[in-house]
């Protein structure tokens, strides 16, 4: 398992800091320290802080599907074949009800550990999968810096931000919202950050060695990075080894499902606590121009099976881990000809987890009636900023959140405790 | 020819470092023939004017990989017409692109070109398989190709305003009636004078005002055509740029204002750092950027007096193997100077689509870059802990064909050792790292590899029927992993 060298958790940032006077702590962000002559890898930072784990639904989810506005007649007239029936809704208070599929996570609603917010978005309206993406990952409008908030985020809590802080599993191309100067990784696993020949221990060793010897030697940029390569293997071939011991506490994640193998591997992580503060997943497919009803059950089902399945598996970690669902944009109201749904706007938000005051639903609801509606989409009452600047708020006080989201008229709903 | 070889050598000649810098640089790898042709021109200079005089260059193999994708050639109509009917979808023809445009960086004679579309694709960049764009994105790849070596303002005015650039920047919305900046902004902002120059939203508006008028269909038959009816008709003020823009028909004052910005200072400044960062370094010098950028605007933006003037400024040699390889450069590298080459490409194991996925695996896939702002062209950007180690692997991967890709061409292993032997251990990981690096092996190189395989540096093999598949793999990853292998 993991374990601090020197048996000091709490004493992370004071070592980093004479890491770096030393000129050891390189700016790949790999902390590497001296124990006698020999240079090894340490884990350090607070192992056990509060974690965000931000699920992007890529494709626009249709919120009105997940979170249904029952009370509506225009959410009813708008889809003929398309629309949930109240009866069939779970968890329904007098507005809304959510989308049966979300069955797996209905303990996690009655113990009050998620919940549902409405009516949530851009300050404007962006219809185009690229730059809405792009610009809620950005979140900093009118700003060329062209940095993730994720990015900001991590650099606001940590003068000298480990690689291990912000962290998108899933895929090995950085997202916007980790984009910036602070380093950051993104993988699929941790077992494809091995060294070569990793299942041969005493040929890896050799080979380890000849590019110890040569990139310690070489220096510069390209020997740093090596020399922190090797130490960063060895971090994650121990998070592997805790990924690798599998789901824990009989939680079972769907088979094929992207999703599930990215938040398996998330709870790996952050069970090994080697300090990850921020995790970017992705959940592709939302994107329901045809076929909505049958589509959007299945997204929908994916969705509760793995984070209820996460959750399980984190076991007592689940106490400091915060959920937040993000979508590009939220759908049309009425259905297409194809009995689907059209780009939109409003969307439904899901919160998770530590903090989060669950079991209800939070939304300054707009309506859908005729004068309400902004271009025939669900309006955006409540600034998706405002909603991660709540989160940041509670979890991670020590972050100036003005930093993270510049600009951002903060509007609070109240659904974190 | 193979008498001729420069590998039939014990220890090859290795090139001046001079030269050896310019194929570094200007080239996607160093291959026996590229290092014969930089050996056989009188100067590094000379080698450089004839590829850039690209066309006079006979290139069939880079011709001939449009061929393995017959779907390129459909007519925007009818691409959009397959993906309506489901036979194919965006990301198919997006996917076909993108294998294209690697297959060409591996196989083309033609490097400085490829080099250079390279980098203008990367500067005026729209990604591969995007659903406004796709229908019309090999169409544009053919006008960046068109000019990469020729005047910049003439490759402004064929890009900006090309269907591929209408959809994926929404241009094709943009009417008088209702107007979308975002290519009037990114204009500024990205392809000319860059933030700094200063200019406010005003500025903004007027460059979306004047860009009005050229539709595309999109989603109906990706149809493009020019409309005087949608174009807004108004005096312009955009910084120091002014028109009455009085006609009805826009086009005239578009390319006046495009001339304007492709001849401005701060372009000519932006232009020349980014060409620096690509081609010298990270942070290069003033004096670099300013001798640049002085070449570019006393030639009106001519290419390749603007790169002659980069390459002859002392910075430029004086900058040797202080870049690192991105992950595509890296495997396109790494397959010219193994002597891979993609044959076709009909089936998912065939080596021109693995090399999309072996760069993915490092963190960059060609074309995938999802931003207005292409690629990152800072080394430090792909100099990451995570990606050393997977670029550690992946060349393993690669010298062996672990990957089993087919519609492969590899030369047979006696073609690419010397004719005399026996050799040691010792003198085989010294040839291999002139023929793949360019350079004799260090020490600690050839100690490595011994070390690996398990016998002393002085180890004699006898032929090279001796030399194993796996002793073969060995040696040349552990080349390609030293510390030179990773940059160029």
Same mark, same amino acid.
């Given at each position: 398992?993991?374990?601090?060298?020197?048996?000091?958790?709490?004493?992370?940032v004071?070592?980093?800091?004479?890491?770096?006077?030393?000129?050891?702590?390189?700016?790949?962000?790999?902390?590497?320290?001296?124990?006698?002559?020999?240079?090894?890898?340490?884990v350090?930072?607070?192992?056990?802080?509060?974690?965000?784990?931000?699920?992007?639904?890529?494709?626009?989810?249709?919120?009105?599907?997940?979170?249904?506005?029952?009370?509506?007649?225009?959410?009813?007239?708008?889809?003929?074949?398309?629309?949930?029936?109240?009866?069939?809704?779970?968890?329904?208070?007098?507005?809304?009800?959510?989308?049966?599929?979300?069955?797996?996570?209905?303990?996690?609603?009655?113990?009050?550990?998620?919940?549902?917010?409405?009516?949530?978005?851009?300050?404007?309206?962006?219809r185009?999968?690229?730059?809405?993406?792009?610009?809620?990952?950005?979140?900093?409008?009118?700003?060329?810096?062209?940095?993730?908030?994720?990015?900001?985020?991590?650099?606001?809590?940590?003068?000298?931000?480990?690689?291990?802080d912000?962290?998108?599993?899933?895929?090995?191309?950085?997202?916007?919202?980790?984009?910036?100067?602070?380093?950051?990784?993104?993988?699929?696993?941790?077992?494809?950050?091995?060294?070569?020949?990793?299942?041969?221990?005493?040929?890896?060793?050799?080979?380890?060695?000849?590019?110890?010897?040569?990139?310690?030697?070489?220096?510069?940029?390209?020997?740093?990075?090596?020399v922190?390569?090797?130490?960063?293997?060895?971090?994650?071939?121990?998070?592997?080894?805790?990924?690798?011991?599998?789901?824990?506490?009989?939680?079972?994640?769907?088979?094929?499902?992207?999703?599930?193998?990215?938040?398996?591997?998330?709870?790996?992580?952050?069970?090994?606590?080697?300090?990850?503060?921020?995790?970017?997943?992705?959940?592709?497919?939302?994107?329901?121009?045809?076929?909505?009803?049958?589509?959007?059950?299945?997204?929908?089902?994916?969705l509760?099976?793995?984070?209820?399945?996460?959750?399980?598996?984190?076991?007592?970690?689940?106490?400091?881990?915060?959920?937040?669902?993000?979508?590009?944009?939220?759908?049309?109201?009425?259905?297409?000809?194809?009995?689907?749904?059209?780009?939109?706007?409003?969307?439904?938000?899901?919160?998770?987890?530590?903090?989060?005051?669950?079991?209800?639903?939070?939304?300054?609801?707009?309506?859908?009636?005729?004068?309400?509606?902004?271009?025939?989409?669900?309006?955006?009452?409540?600034?998706?900023?405002?909603?991660?600047?709540?989160?940041?708020?509670?979890?991670?006080?020590?972050?100036?959140?003005?930093?993270?989201?510049?600009?951002?008229?903060?509007?609070?709903?109240?659904?974190?405790? | 020819?193979?008498?001729a070889?420069?590998?039939?050598?014990?220890?090859?000649?290795?090139?001046?470092?001079?030269?050896?810098?310019?194929?570094n640089?200007?080239?996607?790898?160093?291959?026996?023939?590229?290092?014969?042709?930089?050996?056989?021109?009188?100067?590094w200079?000379?080698?450089?004017?004839?590829?850039?005089?690209?066309?006079?260059?006979?290139?069939?193999?880079?011709?001939?990989?449009?061929?393995?994708?017959?779907?390129?050639?459909?007519?925007?109509?009818?691409?959009?017409?397959?993906?309506?009917?489901?036979?194919?979808?965006?990301?198919?023809?997006?996917?076909?692109?993108s294998?294209?445009?690697?297959?060409?960086?591996?196989?083309?004679?033609?490097?400085?070109?490829?080099?250079?579309?390279d980098?203008?694709?990367?500067?005026?960049?729209?990604?591969?398989?995007?659903?406004?764009?796709?229908?019309?994105?090999?169409?544009?790849?053919?006008?960046?190709?068109?000019?990469?070596?020729?005047?910049?303002?003439?490759?402004?005015?064929?890009?900006?305003?090309?269907?591929?650039?209408?959809?994926?920047?929404?241009?094709?919305?943009?009417?008088?009636?209702?107007?979308?900046?975002?290519?009037?902004?990114?204009?500024?902002?990205?392809?000319?004078?860059?933030?700094?120059?200063?200019?406010?939203?005003?500025?903004?508006?007027?460059?979306?005002?004047?860009?009005?008028?050229?539709?595309?269909?999109?989603?109906?038959?990706f149809?493009?055509?020019?409309? #005087?009816?949608?174009?807004? !008709?108004?005096?312009?003020? %955009? $910084? +120091?740029? @002014?028109?009455?823009? /009085?006609?009805?028909?826009?086009?005239?004052?578009?390319n006046?204002?495009?001339?304007?910005?492709?001849?401005?200072?701060?372009?000519?400044?932006?232009?020349?750092?980014?060409?620096?960062?690509?081609?010298?370094?990270?942070?290069?010098?003033?004096?670099?950027?300013?001798?640049?950028?002085?070449?570019?605007?006393?030639?009106?933006?001519?290419?390749?007096?603007?790169?002659?003037?980069?390459?002859?400024?002392?910075?430029?040699?004086?900058?040797?193997?202080?870049k690192?390889?991105? #992950?595509?450069?890296?495997? !396109?590298?790494?397959?010219? %100077? $193994? +002597?891979m @080459?993609?044959?076709? /490409?009909?089936?998912?194991?065939?080596?021109?689509?693995?090399?999309?996925?072996?760069?993915?695996?490092?963190?960059?896939?060609?074309?995938?870059?999802?931003?207005?702002?292409?690629?990152?062209?800072?080394?430090?950007?792909?100099t990451?802990?995570?990606?050393?180690?997977?670029?550690?692997?992946?060349?393993?991967?690669?010298?062996?064909?672990?990957w089993?890709?087919?519609?492969?061409?590899?030369?047979?292993?006696?073609?690419?050792?010397?004719?005399?032997?026996?050799?040691?251990?010792?003198?085989?990981?010294?040839?291999?790292?002139?023929?793949l $690096? +360019?350079?004799?092996?260090?020490?600690?190189?050839?100690?490595?590899?011994?070390?690996?395989?398990?016998?002393?540096?002085?180890?004699?093999?006898?032929?090279?029927?001796?030399?194993?598949?796996?002793?073969?793999t060995?040696?040349?990853?552990?080349?390609?992993?030293?510390?030179?292998?990773?940059?160029?």
């Amino acid at each position: 398992m993991i374990h601090d060298d020197c048996g000091c958790d709490d004493y992370g940032v004071s070592r980093r800091s004479l890491l770096k006077a030393a000129g050891l702590a390189s700016m790949a962000g790999v902390a590497t320290s001296m124990v006698g002559d020999v240079l090894t890898s340490t884990v350090y930072g607070a192992g056990d802080a509060n974690v965000l784990v931000v699920v992007s639904l890529r494709g626009g989810a249709d919120g009105l599907s997940m979170i249904v506005p029952h009370a509506e007649p225009a959410y009813y007239s708008a889809r003929p074949t398309t629309g949930i029936e109240r009866s069939r809704l779970q968890d329904a208070d007098d507005t809304f009800g959510l989308h049966p599929a979300f069955a797996p996570l209905g303990s996690l609603w009655q113990q009050g550990r998620l919940a549902g917010l409405h009516a949530v978005g851009m300050a404007t309206p962006n219809r185009s999968h690229f730059d809405a993406m792009e610009l809620i990952e950005d979140a900093d409008p009118g700003s060329s810096a062209r940095v993730g908030w994720i990015n900001r985020m991590i650099a606001g809590l940590a003068a000298s931000p480990d690689v291990f802080d912000g962290i998108q599993i899933g895929s090995t191309i950085t997202p916007t919202a980790l984009a910036g100067k602070a380093p950051t990784l993104s993988t699929v696993e941790f077992g494809d950050l091995a060294l070569p020949f990793r299942s041969d221990a005493v040929l890896k060793e050799r080979v380890r060695s000849g590019l110890a010897r040569q990139y310690s030697a070489y220096g510069g940029q390209i020997g740093a990075a090596g020399v922190n390569a090797l130490a960063l293997a060895e971090r994650a071939a121990m998070i592997d080894s805790t990924v690798g011991d599998g789901p824990q506490g009989g939680a079972v994640y769907p088979k094929y499902s992207s999703l599930g193998s990215a938040l398996r591997t998330t709870a790996g992580l952050i069970r090994s606590k080697v300090g990850v503060k921020a995790v970017a997943v992705d959940a592709g497919g939302w994107d329901h121009h045809v076929d909505l009803r049958w589509r959007v059950d299945d997204s929908i089902k994916d969705l509760a099976q793995c984070l209820a399945a996460f959750f399980l598996d984190l076991g007592a970690d689940a106490g400091r881990v915060t959920v937040v669902t993000m979508s590009e944009f939220g759908r049309r109201l009425q259905e297409n000809g194809s009995a689907g749904v059209d780009h939109g706007y409003g969307n439904a938000v899901l919160a998770l987890g530590a903090g989060v005051k669950g079991g209800q639903y939070y939304s300054r609801w707009p309506g859908l009636g005729i004068g309400k509606q902004v271009d025939g989409d669900l309006a955006v009452t409540t600034d998706y900023r405002s909603v991660l600047t709540e989160i940041l708020r509670s979890r991670f006080p020590a972050v100036d959140t003005s930093k993270v989201f510049p600009g951002v008229s903060y509007d609070p709903l109240g659904f974190m405790g | 020819m193979s008498s001729a070889r420069m590998s039939a050598s014990v220890a090859p000649a290795v090139l001046p470092s001079s030269r050896q810098h310019v194929g570094n640089r200007f080239t996607f790898g160093v291959s026996e023939q590229v290092a014969t042709e930089l050996r056989a021109a009188s100067s590094w200079s000379s080698w450089l004017e004839k590829q850039m005089a690209w066309s006079r260059i006979s290139d069939p193999r880079a011709t001939a990989v449009a061929g393995w994708y017959p779907r390129l050639a459909d007519s925007p109509a009818a691409a959009w017409n397959r993906v309506k009917t489901q036979q194919r979808s965006a990301w198919d023809y997006g996917f076909d692109f993108s294998c294209y445009t690697m297959a060409r960086k591996i196989v083309a004679r033609r490097q400085v070109h490829e080099v250079m579309t390279d980098f203008w694709s990367n500067l005026l960049y729209i990604p591969a398989g995007e659903d406004r764009s796709f229908p019309w994105r090999f169409s544009y790849d053919q006008v960046i190709r068109k000019h990469a070596l020729g005047s910049y303002r003439a490759m402004l005015r064929a890009a900006v305003v090309h269907p591929a650039m209408s959809g994926w920047l929404n241009n094709s919305s943009n009417t008088k009636d209702g107007i979308n900046e975002n290519l009037g902004r990114e204009l500024l902002e990205l392809y000319t004078v860059g933030r700094p120059a200063g200019y406010d939203e005003n500025d903004v508006k007027s460059s979306a005002r004047l860009l009005t008028g050229f539709r595309v269909r999109v989603f109906e038959d990706f149809a493009a055509s020019y409309s #005087p009816d949608d174009h807004y !008709v108004g005096p312009i003020s %955009v $910084l +120091g740029f @002014r028109h009455s823009n /009085s006609a009805k028909d826009g086009r005239a004052a578009v390319n006046a204002y495009l001339d304007y910005l492709a001849r401005h200072p701060s372009t000519a400044y932006r232009i020349a750092k980014r060409l620096c960062v690509r081609f010298v370094s990270d942070t290069p010098s003033s004096s670099i950027v300013s001798a640049v950028q002085k070449a570019y605007r006393r030639s009106d933006t001519d290419i390749r007096a603007t790169l002659r003037a980069m390459v002859r400024h002392p910075d430029f040699q004086a900058s040797k193997r202080k870049k690192v390889r991105t #992950p595509i450069e890296d495997v !396109v590298n790494a397959a010219r %100077v $193994l +002597g891979m @080459r993609p044959t076709d /490409s009909t089936r998912g194991s065939s080596f021109a689509q693995h090399v999309i996925w072996m760069s993915n695996s490092m963190g960059q896939r060609q074309f995938e870059w999802p931003r207005p702002d292409g690629f990152p062209e800072t080394s430090s950007t792909w100099t990451s802990p995570a990606r050393v180690l997977r670029t550690w692997d992946m060349h393993y991967n690669l010298a062996g064909n672990w990957w089993g890709s087919t519609e492969l061409s590899r030369p047979a292993v006696k073609n690419l050792l010397p004719t005399r032997w026996p050799l040691t251990i010792g003198q085989i990981v010294d040839h291999q790292s002139r023929m793949l $690096l +360019g350079r004799p092996a260090t020490t600690a190189l050839r100690q490595s590899v011994a070390n690996a395989l398990d016998v002393p540096v002085t180890f004699q093999v006898a032929s090279v029927a001796a030399v194993t598949d796996w002793r073969w793999t060995v040696v040349r990853g552990a080349v390609l992993n030293a510390p030179e292998g990773m940059l160029r």
